[in-house]
């Protein structure tokens, strides 16, 4: 080998993190391998090919293996194993665990948060799927009321950071977070905004307060301390030889817990994702811009020092962000013309419809119209003048007057039956019951008005399964002292061929009828008019 090439081999070789990238924008793009020092980057593709996935989060190395948690554009989630070289070996999906967003190696398997229902799951391999138990679970039941955000062991106890109670407007404003030893259920901080990625470091439990972007630590025998102050969303926290890195992620154009648009940041910086590096001994500060490749940083994996990303890897992996950026966009365009193209076909469909029954509609606007003038002239006591006090037929504009029988006394559970033979056609149209009544004694009146519509056979008609083809409709009125005017209206069914009108006291006290008509309403000034013979009285 040429001295040459030897020489860029060993200049490439570098400690490399790999990350994951929650809410992934384009979908797919959730791994990527980083170099600090040379800022190259590449991008791992396994997860997209194998389950399509939409977001990574947790990481863990447990066998020469790496574990991904993963979800998927429909919303499933997962646990997928790569091998030493980041190749796909395997995944499968949880079947308790809801939204997991981080994982340790735990005995024979993993702990995973599982942050939709306020639980710890041991899981492990069981051939090709995951067993699930419970191992621990939030205090109080229900959703995701806490937000149980990363889990850690550390001096043999297990650790879990949470939000808290969320706020009435959202996680945004959550304040109340805690990070609590789970073993013996103390908490050694309170008070956190957003706390996330627990990271057992030197000795002491170390965790970022992203909603404050400061890294604090705690040790059982100093407490709790706030270490430093960064900027950004911090999320994603891992040693790596004698620093610490740390994720954070560009600010959200969008709330994901609200689904409300966030304020633009006042900090210019809260724009970008970045990832620095803590040196321990000093505290110095580096970082790295990472906008051009990710928006939300989720978990950080510290790898061995070996070859890293190309600088033409690097300027690949923007240009592949890009393409896919387009390619997604293209998509969802072809998604919106083809919804549009079927909302097309359905507004054609209906057109096609309305103008079917345009005939229709013309006949309900004149039938509006005559009904209207009808109604007018029936209403106004003054149009009617004094006629036989049994019987009486006339037209009026719009309508045909059935019958009217005049000054009937109810006394309680009587009733006044009349019935009139209908025209053959005319199935639809609509008849109006007016009476005009009073309460002679008591306070208890109750007049019903009912409509019987009978079939060529009467009562006795029935169809095929037995039951009568006889319709009724009926309405119980209250009745007052003070004289007024009740009404109903009713539609003539398809096979009636007689109408039978009752006016029945359903009260305890006497009922005055001093008028009662039915007209046919759509019948019209040209209806011939319909006769009705008098069955029943008092």
């Known amino acids: 080998m040429a001295l040459a090439s030897v020489f860029e081999m060993v200049v490439m070789r570098e400690r490399l993190s790999l990350l994951s990238f929650c809410n992934a924008s384009p979908r797919g793009l959730v791994l990527g391998l980083y170099g600090f020092d040379s800022g190259h980057f590449r991008w791992l593709d396994a997860l997209d090919e194998r389950v399509h996935a939409s977001g990574a989060t947790g990481l863990v190395v447990r066998e020469s293996c790496v574990h991904v948690l993963f979800t998927t554009r429909a919303g499933a989630c997962g646990l997928a194993c790569l091998d030493q070289d980041l190749r796909f070996v395997r995944a499968a999906f949880f079947s308790a665990i809801r939204d997991p967003h981080s994982i340790v190696a735990y005995e024979d398997g993993f702990l995973v948060n ?39 062991l550390y001096e043999g106890d297990v650790y879990v950071s949470l939000f808290g109670p969320r706020a009435s407007s959202g996680w945004a ?8 030893n789970v073993s013996s259920g103390e908490v050694v901080a309170e008070g956190q905004r957003h706390p996330h990625s627990l990271a057992a470091v030197d000795g002491r439990l ?72 803590v040196h321990l001994r000093s505290g110095a500060v580096e970082r790295r811009q990472l906008t051009p490749f990710c928006a939300e940083i989720y978990d950080i994996l510290d790898l061995p020092r070996q070859v890293g990303p190309t600088e033409e890897e690097a300027i690949a992996a923007k ?77 009026v ?119 009662a008509s039915c007209l046919l309403l759509d019948g019209g000034a040209a209806s011939p008019p319909v006769s009705l013979e008098l069955e029943g009285g008092v």
């Not at 679970?137 to 850690?152: F, T």
């Not at 404003?173 to 609590?180: E, I, K, N, P, T």
Request: some cysteine; charged content about 30%.
């Open 114 to 152: 599982s942050t939709g229902t306020n639980e710890l799951i041991h899981a492990k391999w069981e051939g090709e799927k995951l067993a699930e138990t419970v191992f621990w679970r939030y205090e109080r039941a229900g959703g995701d009321i806490s937000h149980v955000s990363s889990l850690q």
């Open 173 to 180: 404003d959550a304040r109340g977070g805690q990070v609590v």
């Open 206 to 277: 170390y965790w970022l307060e992203s909603g404050r972007s400061r890294l604090h630590s705690y040790a059982p025998q100093s407490g709790p301390r706030e270490e430093l102050a960064l900027h950004g969303y911090l999320r994603g926290l891992r040693a790596s030889g004698r620093a610490l890195l740390i994720g954070a992620s560009g600010a959200r154009r969008r709330s994901k817990s609200m689904g409300t648009k966030n304020a633009r940041p006042v900090d210019g910086r809260d724009l970008h994702s970045w990832l620095f590096r």
């Open 319 to 395: 240009v592949h962000r890009l393409w896919r950026l387009e390619d997604q966009a293209l998509e969802e365009q072809e998604g919106l013309l083809a919804r549009l193209k079927r909302a097309t076909q359905r507004v054609g469909h209906l057109d096609a419809r309305l103008a079917e029954r345009a005939s229709q509609y013309a006949r309900a606007v004149d039938f509006i119209s005559r009904a209207s003038d009808g109604l007018d002239n029936l209403l106004d006591d003054g149009d009617f003048e004094e006629r036989d006090q049994r019987a009486w037929q006339r037209p």
């Open 397 to 515: 504009p719009g309508a045909e007057i059935c019958y009217d029988t005049c000054c009937a006394r109810l006394l309680p559970k009587s009733a006044i039956k009349q019935s009139a033979k209908l025209p053959a056609a005319g199935a639809g149209s609509l008849f109006f019951l007016r009476v005009e009544a009073y309460l002679e004694d008591s306070d208890d009146g109750l007049l019903r008005l009912q409509a019987v519509w009978l079939p060529a056979g009467g009562w006795e008609a029935k169809d095929a399964d037995g039951n009568s083809l006889a319709v009724v409709d009926s309405e119980v009125l209250p009745v007052s002292r003070d004289w007024a005017v009740h009404a109903k209206l009713t539609t003539r069914p398809a096979q009636a061929e007689r109408l039978v009108i009752s006016l029945v006291n359903d009260g305890t006290g006497v009922i005055r009828i001093t008028r």
